[in-house]
């Protein structure tokens, strides 16, 4: 007569083969043992001693085994497939959770190892557009300016400009609404006196171009928001945060020395207007991280920016300001500012400024004003002299 197995006999059965050398049975043959009609006896010999059944028949053996015990085997052999596959399998990867204004660190991190571009020219193209309604439609009038900088102050600085803005629809349905009222070819401009409002002409771009082309004994890049810089102090700014913060405490000294009485904390949101001037995009993520790590600095998200232009958002928490339209008090209209950044090199494509609230006949976030740079800004070759189309001006 047949004994019943225990715990001992069934543990040896279900034991995997690669846990024990030479084991007759293993884990595959015990699967097959509990997915078959007819258990058949392994054909090799365990190299091991086990207790054994009292002597019986084979088939009768396995036969009783498998009847009683079939349930409780295949439930242990399941469980230590599954123990067996948890403990091989690699540990879960940790996320690193993100931080504030994650998307900055994510675009310094991206740029950083871009190559940097050379040239014997910095050319700066600034469109600056100011919404205005009339007749019933909206207008965007526009100015253009450019400036070629020369990386050696040696050679000659070309800066052009136009001297009369243009006027356009400011979309296809501003435009429809232009035509619909006679599609007149001069609007009234904005007032910032208390005098007439001057008329600009309709028109697809700035008109009546003028030139300078002399030599500046300073170097002094044009953009003086944050200091006076020639070339060759932009070319030294630090690429390290913690050498840049430093730095920008020198250039807040400066400011300090102009008569400006505002803390640090107040200082850094102006520093952004860097990420237009020629720096490499090693130092342009410096400063990224620096500005992302502000209190003040929010991401807005990604938007489309006056001139078309896909980019990243950002509320740098620096000071808004207001539209005047008259010198008369209450005439002025709120507005808040971001700063769209090109999410492929970091550079600043344009400053946009929204209304705060509704009055004036704008709505509130509606875009007022905008200072952007054109695509045909960055390292260049020297300037076509004379500049085509353009007149020599004083």
């Not at 293993?26 to 007819?38: F, G, I, K």
């Not at 990386?151 to 600085?157: I, Y």
């Not at 810089?229 to 070319?235: G, I, Q, V």
């Not at 998200?301 to 005047?324: C, E, K, M, Q, Y």
Request: proline content about 9%.
């Amino acid at each position: 007569m047949s004994r019943k197995p225990d715990a001992t006999d069934l543990l040896a059965m279900a034991r995997p083969a690669s846990l024990d050398r030479g084991s007759r049975i293993s884990a595959d043959d015990m699967l097959l043992m509990a997915t078959t009609e007819a258990p058949q006896e392994p054909s090799r010999r365990r190299s091991r001693p086990r207790r054994t059944l009292p002597a019986a028949p084979a088939s009768r053996a396995w036969s009783r085994l498998w009847v009683l015990w079939a349930p409780l085997s295949t439930a242990a052999v399941m469980a230590l497939v599954f123990a067996l596959v948890t403990s091989l399998a690699p540990a879960p990867a940790v996320l690193k959770p993100s931080r504030t204004n994650q998307e900055l660190f994510d675009l310094a991190d991206r740029i950083e190892k871009l190559p940097a571009e050379s040239g014997a020219y910095w050319r700066e193209v600034r469109i600056d557009g100011n919404y205005l309604s009339s007749g019933g439609y909206r207008l965007v009038v526009v100015g253009r300016r450019e400036i070629w900088q020369p990386r050696d102050p040696a050679d000659l600085v070309l800066t052009q400009w136009w001297r009369q803005d243009s006027a356009r629809p400011a979309t296809t349905e501003d435009e429809r609404a232009w035509r619909a009222a006679g599609a007149p070819a001069r609007v009234k401009g904005l007032c910032e006196t208390s005098g007439p409002c001057g008329s600009i002409p309709v028109a697809a771009e700035p008109k009546d171009c003028r030139y300078t082309l002399r030599m500046d004994p300073t170097g002094i890049y044009p953009d003086k928001t944050v200091s006076d810089f020639s070339m060759a102090d932009l070319a030294a700014i630090p690429t390290d945060p913690a050498a840049l913060i430093k730095q920008l405490r020198a250039y807040h000294e400066i400011w300090n020395g102009r008569g400006f009485t505002q803390p640090f904390e107040k200082f850094l949101p102006t520093t952004v207007s860097l990420l237009g001037m020629p720096l490499s995009p090693a130092q342009r993520a410096a400063i990224i991280r620096v500005l992302a790590s502000l209190p003040t600095t929010k991401v807005v998200g990604t938007v489309t920016d006056p001139l078309g232009r896909r980019g990243i958002s950002v509320d740098f928490g620096g000071a808004g300001g207001s539209l005047v339209y008259s010198s008369k008090p209450g005439k002025e209209l709120p507005v808040y500012n971001r700063q769209i950044l090109d999410p492929g090199t970091g550079e600043t494509l344009s400053r946009v400024s929204y209304a705060a609230r509704t009055a004036r006949g704008a709505t509130k976030g509606e875009v007022m004003s905008y200072h952007a740079r054109d695509l045909g800004s960055g390292w260049t070759r020297p300037p076509a002299s004379p500049p085509k189309g353009c007149k020599k001006g004083e």
